[in-house]
């Protein structure tokens, strides 16, 4: 999957796969850092960048995407308007996402193992979800 992100020839290919990795490895960043200083340092107002990504619009990046931690957090980023996210999903936790790749090549098998391992009751947006970063 990582070669195929970066050295595959075919674009489409490319996208879906960096997709996935870049935005697995953001959220568990932000996960890791939210622990950190939220939990560990006792500083409940912290946020990471761009208020956990939360602020992050649909034109500002394709591969480092929200949604991992969208899948996790309850707030609907679309609430800010039609630039950003529609994310409905909420609830699963960073072990579940995690177990959830095992076996993902791409972007839309992330979400296709997440259905068929948990019964989440917002895996009903779950399409609605990953669509918000198709190629």
């Not at 500083?43 to 990471?48: F, L, R």
């Not at 959830?100 to 992330?110: C, D, M, P, V």
């Not at 997440?114 to 009903?124: G, I, Q, R």
């Not at 779950?126 to 198709?134: H, I, P, R, S, T």
């Amino acid at each position: 999957m990582v070669k195929d992100a970066f050295l595959d020839n075919h674009s489409s290919v490319q996208n879906r796969n960096r997709r996935l990795l870049e935005t697995w490895a953001t959220t568990v960043e932000i996960m890791m850092t939210l622990n950190r200083y939220k939990t560990k340092f006792n500083n409940p107002n912290y946020s990471y960048k761009l208020h956990n990504l939360q602020y992050q619009d649909l034109n500002y990046d394709n591969y480092y995407t929200s949604g991992g931690y969208d899948m996790i957090d309850d707030f609907n980023q679309r609430d800010f308007g039609n630039d950003f996210p529609i994310d409905r999903v909420n609830s699963y936790s960073l072990k579940q996402l995690q177990d959830g790749l095992k076996g993902a090549r791409y972007w839309n098998q992330w979400k296709d193992n997440l259905k068929s391992k948990y019964n989440n009751p917002t895996e009903m947006y779950l399409d609605e979800l990953f669509n918000n970063w198709q190629d």
